[in-house]
């Protein structure tokens, strides 16, 4: 069943191949006679210059041996043509579309609309090739061309405020922002949805591998990866299918790569079931004058291909996987899944460093949702040259691939570089020692030469010829149309400010509990254990901090602090505060560990934008996140959306997730979240409101969502950000925390489990005590001030305009949470709850209690008596979970 | 000058430059070995670093243990050579059979990754003379394949001849048999570590400075045995 | 007593870094002439009465083998000499 070698799918006719193709290596392979060829008949492993030089040598014949009507007519010529001046060769070449203009094409069925098919033959003047079908379905797809997306998303650009630190902006794959007069540091965020619901584990693992090259291709070493994940409902059966695997993905991928995983999100909400969100961000620190570009500049440089060979992974991926929505019919049409290998992707990144550091590459671009035909486009559209692609020059995993096969693949680690041809044997010694496949594929050709124009040959035959551009550039751009959702009146007209509330102290002790234990709200530990936070030695904060903070200056202490965040209730609520709202959780997650933001990236989530509701929901979004970035004066520098997160009519929440960078100057004053030292004053900043509509409680406790999200305002967030970098400069600050989904309540019960300390709070006269624990209102920080410095610290927030209020002090470890005149809670009863609730729903991976105490307690430096007594619980329970192995992936390394 | 500390790079090693910054925050003087080159360039000491060898894709340190620099190493370890293998270095003194036993696949089939507090169980071996029998430390443990397992004769030998070097406490995180974290081989040149203790060596990035003491030993052991290393010198080159 | 057998492999067209890196490490051990290798999983299970083919082909599709990646074949294997007692 698994043995018979691929056989050949080629529906045309097997008539005399006619002389045999004189490609430099006779072994490569002939579609029509798959019993001569060798198992595994690939091109040569060292691809020494010479046969580029045959490369060029056949672009020159076959240019000279084109007919001249190629280029020029405006429309195809009605040819009855009897007799044809094309040979039958066994597949589709630009001769042979000329020759047969009326040939059926199955352009609806690569997703391509009869207009866009019909430009395309406007554009070549001519029916694309089958090549040239595959290439354009691919580029043009929403995925790549952002056609629905793009004038909503013009805003980041035309909203940005001027940042002189900013080295590379959007249209890059990542931006890249300059932190110091020598460093540069690059951050993007991107999406591997549709393939994590059907793969888990290599969806999310390709979803990381693929975020990394494309920091990698900015010239940026990747330091550190972060990973927002929605899913359906946490007790589910979906979650519990696809969860463990998307989880065990993103571990497998970056642990093996050798990032640390510095934080991200976990959210649980029943309308991510069928459409879970695998966001994946890294971000990569350069020296400023290594930044690269992807334009293939120089005439007669060379394209050269490094990394795995390509093989069928993700064939028709693009168009298919990511523009079609799941039914019934998708276990039929799965295509073949691309499979990661992270080894092979930390060779690429040690052996394009060298490459980098010896200043041997012109242009190098990834390759990576739409394969070589995007690299290939990308560099000589960007750089205004035409190129020569000899595909036969391709290594092949398997021999039987046909060319629209190889430009649609969607194998994973792979680069393009275009070098010149003094700096090739340098790039290939470099690339063997590292054991990096490296091949010059094609050239460059001058744009006077033949008009720019991006030719691929196959066989000894030209197989497409097209302006560059056209795929890369020129694709259609569609104006939506766009309607508010016709129930989104009484959805705001449903507030949850009205929903029966708890009163009284018992109750209200109960739902602090309840809270704590919710699958959005407990304990994360079980996913973030997957992941190695330590790797490269930089990681000054992880999860669950509210920022992952990275030291990047090993001398003078320069840092990072990354946050990624977003809230889909907020957005369904109101799309336009919903993403200003992100921006803001996002923005002060990284202001409370010290740093100032600087830059912004996003991925926006959306369901199906040919439903105007959603197209509507979009640009609100975008509209609101752009007004946001403008308000804060951080630019937007990069990013990526997701359409069709949807099954059938029904769509996920909006969900736009932003990433906000920000600088340290020394890592050293760096504030944790967690209370540190007993009788530290407490405060809370900001103000609350009664504002419970779209809440974490309306949710746990009242399945509810309705009303309008919390206010939004930027300018006390840049208020707030700029009391909290003051006070951890001068040192005020022992701990920061953010207040957002469980409010008060929640941030307290962090704030206090983090490292073992209780807290006595009383809370300020006003506000009912319920909606001063649970209300979510933006703009609100919790901190614990050394003792001594909270006067200096008040007069600082009163002269910034931040509303500073007493809350209460820190209390002795392993103590109590006490909220005066309403509950005790004792911390271990508070841990129980925070961290039994993801063990119970998707297994336990050993003693939790004992360790977490262990932990805690040795951090702090006072061993207890009481760690010794938990030591033993934990052998007995790890050997009863043996059993439930199921079908993991043979190929998921350990270490 | 202080001494040479060699950190072999294999292609996959990952806390290759972690563990050399903890050689040099130990006192040391770390040079960087290439799997490819069987030459070890006159150093004092070796540290095999955590990662995934070659991928670690068919066993855990099978491949790695077939690298030129692999043959030169296990000789100069057999005539005394300090070997330190971290994790995926653990395993590949494993599978080379310069310790005994094998890691396999944690008991829970999670990797993970957390502050781990071990128990010292011999300070007589290169890399742990400066800590007391007994002592407890924390340092980060992160794997997949971090299991010690060995036939009960191994098992017995280990703890008879005061061969293990470190033992889980407070959760055994992989499902180790006896909770062994760490072991030496008879003289006490070579030990594996399936814990990190290159990342326990800054307080801003760890959660101790447990791990300096690993370093220090190593730093100690080979300032009482200069002769020996002039020996060692001649069997490595 | 008979045991039922069931390899699972990937997919012809699935990459297999774990066969790759064996493949490449071929000739540190003195073996040339490979050409490739890939690498899948035995599964063993034994019945307490007669070997229930269909059965093993449903735990087969439904847990052993990821149909999205993976292929599967099923055979019966005597144990006469093997079983324990």
Known sequence: MTTTPETIVDGSDSGPAGEPPETPEAKATDAQAPEAQAPEAQAPEAQAPEATDTTAEDVEEAEAAEPAETESTGEPAPAPAPAPTWKEVGFDTVARATGTPFEHQPFLELGLQDDEHAKIEQILGRRPTESELAMYSIMWSEHCSYKSSKLHLRQFGEKAPRSERLLAGIGENAGVVRVSDRLAVTFKVESHNHPSFVEPYQGAATGVGGIVRDILAMGARPIAVMDPLRFGAADHEDTRRVLPGVIAGVGGYGNCLGLPNIGGEVVFDECYRGNPLVNALCVGVLPVGRLQSKAATGPGNLVVLIGAKTGRDGIGGVSVLASATFDAESEQRRPSVQVGDPFMEKLLIEACLEIYDAGLVVGI???????LTCALAETAAAGGTGMSVNLDLVPLREA??????????????????????DNLPVVLSICSRWGVLATAIGEVVAPEVGGGRLRIWWRNELIVDVPPGSLADDGPVYARPMREPADRILLLADRAETLPQPSAADELRATVLRMAASPNLCDKTWVTEQYDRYVLGNTVLAQPEDAGVLRIDERSGLGVALSVDGNGRFARLDPYTGAKLALAEAYRNVAVTGAIPVAVTNCLNFGSPEDPGVMWQFAEAVRGLADGCQELGIPVTGGNVSFYN??????????????????????????????????????????????????????VTHGHLGGTPPTVDLAAEQRLAGVLAEAARVGHLAAAHDLSDGGLAQALVEACLRRGFGAQITLPDGLPPFVQLFSESAARVLVSVSRGQEAAFAALAAERGVPCAALGAVRAPSSVLAVEGLFDIPLDELREAHTGTLPALFGELASRTGEQSGELASRTGEQSGELASRTGEQSGELASRTGELSGELATEPGS | MSAIIGVVTFPGSLDDRDAARAAARGGATPVRLWHADSDLHRVDAVILPGGFSYGDYLRCGAIARFAPVMETIADAARGGLPVLGICNGFQILCEAHLLPGALTRNQHLHFRNRDQRLRIGTAASAWTNQFLPGQEILIPVKNGEGRFVADSRTLDELEAEDRVVARYIGGNPNGSLLDIAAIRNEAGNVVGIMPHPEHAIDELTGPSLDGLGFFASVLKHLAGSSVRMAANQGVAA | MARVVVDVMLKPEILDPQGQAVANALPRVGVTGVASVRIGKRIEIEFSGEPDLEQARLVADKLLANPVIEDFTIRVEETAKAAAP
Not at chain 1, 416 to 421: D, G, R, S, Y
Not at chain 1, 650 to 676: D, E, K, S, Y
């Open chain 1, 365 to 371: 671009q990834d390759l990576g949702g739409a394969g």
């Open chain 1, 400 to 421: 039987s691939m046909d060319p629209p096969e190889v430009l649609a693949s969607e194998s994973q680690e792979r680069m393009l570089l275009i070098v010149t041809p």
């Open chain 1, 646 to 699: 949807q099954t059938g009519t029904m769509a996920i929440h909006p969900t736009p997730v932003v990433g906000v960078l920000g600088l340290l100057a020394n890592v050293a004053a760096r504030v944790p979240m967690g209370f540190a030292n007993a009788g530290d004053p407490i405060f809370i900043l900001g103000e609350t409101r009664d504002e419970l509509s779209g809440s974490e409680w309306a949710h």
